[in-house]
C-alpha cells in the first residue's frame, strides 16, 4: 500500500498528464488512464484528499472523491451512459478550474468538520507520517474508541473555534476580493460552491458554525414557513400510519396541494403570515436583548453566515458555471495581451 504522499504524487501525475479531475480527451482516455489504479488507493486517497497536497504543492480537497466515479467507469464501463460520463467529465472539470481559482486567490484553507475527522488528522501528523494508511488507520481508530470524553470534548473545542476562524477567514476574504475589484472571481467562485457540493464543503462547514453560534447565543429556535410546507406538513402527519412509502406521500400531497382549492390556499397563506410574523416578532426581541448586551458584532456574523448558507444552497446549472469560467479565462488573455502589447 502506497503512502498518502505517495498517493498525493499518483494522482498528481494523472491530473498533470491526464486530466483526473475530468479533463479528458474521450472516453477511451479515461479508461486507459485509470484501468491502473488499485481502488482502495482512490478510496483512502479520497479520505485523505482534505489534508494531504499534490505534486503541484496545492492542496485540492475533496476534488479527488472524483476519482471514486472514474474507477468504477474505468472497471465498468458498460454501467454508464455516454451522457453520464459527459456530465461527470464536465462536472470534474469544473470544479477543477473552480479549485485552481480558490488556491490562486487564498480563499481560506477548510478545516476539519468534527472531532474524528480532527483527531485521526492529528494522530497522522504526529506518528503516520512515512506509515502506509493501512497500517495507521487501524490504530487511529482503535485509539479514538478508547479517548475519554474529557479528550473528545476539547477535539469538540478545537473544531468549534477552526470553524469559528474559518468563517470569519471567509468574510474577510470575500471582502477583500471586493476591495481587490475581482468581483467577477468572487462570483465564479461561489457559482462554483453552489454547483458542486460536498458533505464537507464550505456550505456545510459555514451551517455547523452558524448552529453553534445559535446555540451559543439561545437563538430562537424558529424558522418561516411557507402555505406549501404547512400543507405537506400536515397531510405527511395525517397519514404517517399509511403503508405507502414516503416518496409516494410525498407525491399525492404535492397532487393534493395542485387540486387544492384557491379558497383554501389563501387561507394556508394567511396561516403562514402569521406563524411568520411571529418567528420575526421573536427574532426582533432576541436581537434588542443582544444589542443591549453590547453583542451586536454577533448579532451580524450570525446574519451574514446566514446569508452566505442561504447564497450557497442556491443551486445553479454547471453551463453557468462553465460560461463565467470561460468569461474570466478570456478576460485574463485580453489582459495579459494588452500588456505585452504596452511593453512593446
Known amino acids: 500500500m502506497a503512502t ?27 479508461l486507459n488512464a485509470l484501468k491502473g489504479f488499485d481502488f482502495e488507493h482512490v478510496r483512502l ?30 472497471d465498468s464501463p458498460e454501467n454508464f451512459s455516454e451522457e453520464e460520463a459527459e456530465e461527470q467529465r464536465r462536472r470534474i472539470d469544473a470544479k477543477r478550474k473552480v479549485t485552481i481559482l480558490m488556491n490562486r486567490y ?5 478545516p476539519s468538520p468534527n472531532a474524528y475527522q480532527m483527531y485521526t488528522k ?27 470524553i474529557g479528550d473528545r470534548q476539547k477535539l469538540e473545542e478545537k473544531v468549534a473555534h477552526e470553524l469559528d476562524e474559518f468563517s470569519q477567514a471567509v468574510q ?39 448552529d453553534i453560534l445559535k446555540k451559543q ?9 411557507k402555505p406549501y410546507s404547512i400543507f405537506v406538513h400536515e397531510k405527511l402527519k395525517k397519514s404517517s400510519g399509511s403503508q405507502m412509502k414516503q416518496t409516494e406521500r410525498l407525491k399525492q400531497a404535492s397532487q393534493d396541494w395542485n387540486a387544492l382549492a384557491p379558497s383554501q390556499k389563501v387561507l394556508l397563506t394567511e396561516r403562514a403570515e402569521s406563524t411568520n410574523q411571529s418567528v420575526k416578532d421573536k427574532v426582533s426581541s432576541w436581537k ?13 456574523r450570525i446574519e451574514w453566515i446566514e446569508a452566505k448558507v442561504r447564497n ?30 504596452k511593453k512593446r
Open 4 to 30: 498518502t504522499p505517495s498517493l498525493a504524487k499518483l494522482f498528481g501525475f494523472a491530473i498533470g498528464k491526464y486530466g483526473t479531475y475530468g479533463c479528458f480527451g474521450n472516453r477511451s482516455a479515461m
Open 45 to 74: 486517497f479520497t479520505s485523505f484528499a482534505p489534508c494531504v497536497v499534490s505534486v503541484s504543492g496545492k492542496n485540492f480537497g475533496k476534488s479527488c472523491a472524483y476519482a471514486l466515479f472514474a474507477k468504477e467507469f474505468a
Open 106 to 110: 487564498g480563499y481560506p484553507p477548510l
Open 122 to 148: 492529528e494522530c497522522f501528523e504526529k506518528t503516520g507520517k512515512g506509515q502506509s494508511v493501512a497500517s495507521v488507520m487501524g490504530q487511529f481508530a482503535k485509539g479514538w474508541k478508547t479517548l475519554s
Open 172 to 210: 474577510d476574504w470575500e471582502t477583500k476580493m471586493k476591495e481587490q475589484k475581482l468581483s467577477a472571481i468572487l462570483k465564479a467562485i461561489n457559482l462554483g460552491l453552489r454547483t458542486i457540493d460536498s458533505k464537507q464543503g464550505p456550505r456545510r462547514l459555514l451551517q455547523k458554525q452558524l
Open 217 to 225: 447565543y439561545n437563538y430562537p429556535d424558529v424558522k418561516l414557513v
Open 288 to 300: 434588542e436583548s443582544m444589542e443591549k448586551k453590547g453583542l451586536t458584532d454577533i448579532v451580524e
Open 312 to 341: 450557497l444552497s442556491r443551486r445553479s446549472k454547471l453551463t453557468n458555471v462553465e460560461q463565467l469560467l470561460e468569461t474570466i479565462t478570456t478576460l485574463k488573455s485580453k489582459t495579459a495581451s494588452n500588456t505585452v502589447k
